[in-house]
Structure formats: structure tokens, C-alpha cells
């Protein structure tokens, strides 16, 4: 029977998820997928196999298009209710944030951020950015969820970090490296991923017109109205891998 935590930022109820260890065993993954993170008790991050980061995946792209919430600003440790403590890794994708229980129970992560650590993104090159500014104006932070103006900034005015996209080039050098299986790789140009991009803020639009048509009730200024890089990369990787 799983046991779940509660989220170290909104405090709901976390979902817990059995994965395949790469020694043979499980552990069990607690996600919260309107904060768009997860717990990792110590060392769980590591464990996982291969196949166990696609599984995780595939549930982060089911819930793609769930109402996210900016975290807040302290997170609490479901273990003690301790402050959780900021800090940074980096590995080859890029640095990512992390809130680390001071009394070694763990750990939590944004979706954004296991996504870094496993690889599975790369930050946008300026000609992206600059398309994009011109184009779709102001996004959501993959990592925190605040919005990001284009045309006043290249990273996130709450949380400082660098514009990142789940990206299938990325993707396919991440899946190469777990499972060392070689596949025709798959990549974008910058053009392209605007374009891209774009048709997913045309779909969003479409929607939300139809909604009004209907007699559905839009608020102005929702987070809806704002392009959001992660479910967008999800997407257009997703594409490509099922």
C-alpha cells in the first residue's frame, strides 16, 4: 500500500508512483502535479532505471496540461515540517535548482529540474529567445511558474533562472546515454520551434475562444493566456517518442 507525503509547497496530498530501481528493486516516487514537483528521499533520484525515467515521463506528459501554481516562496520538509534550504547542481544540461531538507531527508525538485538533471532539456539560444519575444511576448518559468516577460528579460524576474525547453534532440542524447541504444536522432532549428510553438499558442487561443462562444467564463489575465514552455516541450517531444 503506498504511503504519500504531503507537498512541500501547497501541502496537498502527493501522488505516489512505484518505479523500477537499476539494481533490481522499486522505490516509490511522491509527485504533486499542481506544484509541478517531487519528493525524492535521499538518494531516490539516483535510483532510478532507464526505464523507470521514461515511465516517470509519461506520467509528467499526462498531466502536462494540469492548472500549475507558482511554488511559494519557504518549502517545508514532509518528513519534519522543517524549512526547506535552496541551492543549485549542475551537470552537462545546464544548473538547476533544489530544496534540500537540512536534516538529510531529502529532497524536492521541480519537474523543470529532474528534467535538467536527467538531461532531457537544454537552455534557448538567444536567436530563440529573441523569436519568441517578438512572437509570444511572455511565457511561464518552467521552474517556478512565474510569468517571464521576453522583451524585458532572458530569465525568470522570481527565481533567476535561465530559459529552458524539453527539447527532442535533448531528449534523444538523454534516452541514448540511459539506455545506450542508438536511434535516428531528432532535432529542431530555431525557426521551427517557434513555429512550433506558436501552434500551440493558436490551439490555446482557439480553445479559449470557443469557451467564450459557449458561454464559458475566461479570467482576464490567467495564467492560461500565458505560453508554457514545459507542457509545450512536452508536447512536441512526446510527438516524437510515442
Known sequence: MLTTSNCPACHGRMTGQTFATTFGGTVQIDLCFACRG????????????????????????????????????????????????QGF?????????????PQRHGR??????FMIEKGFVRQ????????????????????CGAPVD??????????????????????????????????QPVGMNAPDLADALMAIERDRARAEREARSQGGFVLPGDTSARIDLWAAG?????????
Open 38 to 85: 517531487l519528493w525524492f528521499d535521499p538518494l531516490e533520484n539516483l535510483k532510478l532505471s532507464p526505464a523507470a525515467v521514461l515511465a516517470l515521463f509519461r506520467q509528467l506528459h499526462a498531466h502536462r496540461d494540469d492548472a500549475a501554481q507558482a511554488l511559494p516562496g519557504k518549502l517545508t520538509c514532509p518528513r519534519c515540517n522543517g524549512g526547506l534550504v
Open 89 to 101: 547542481d549542475l551537470v552537462k544540461s545546464g544548473r538547476y535548482i533544489t530544496h534540500r531538507c
Open 108 to 113: 524536492f525538485s521541480t519537474f523543470a529540474s
Open 124 to 143: 534557448l539560444t538567444a536567436v530563440e529567445i529573441e523569436s519568441m519575444a517578438q512572437r509570444l511576448g511572455v511565457i511561464s518559468c518552467s521552474n
Open 150 to 183: 521576453l522583451r524585458q528579460s532572458h530569465v525568470c524576474p522570481h527565481c533567476r533562472t535561465a530559459l529552458s525547453l524539453l527539447d527532442p534532440q535533448a531528449v534523444e542524447r538523454a534516452l541514448q546515454g540511459l539506455s545506450q541504444t542508438a536511434t
Open 234 to 242: 512536452l508536447g512536441l517531444v512526446w510527438a516524437l517518442l510515442k
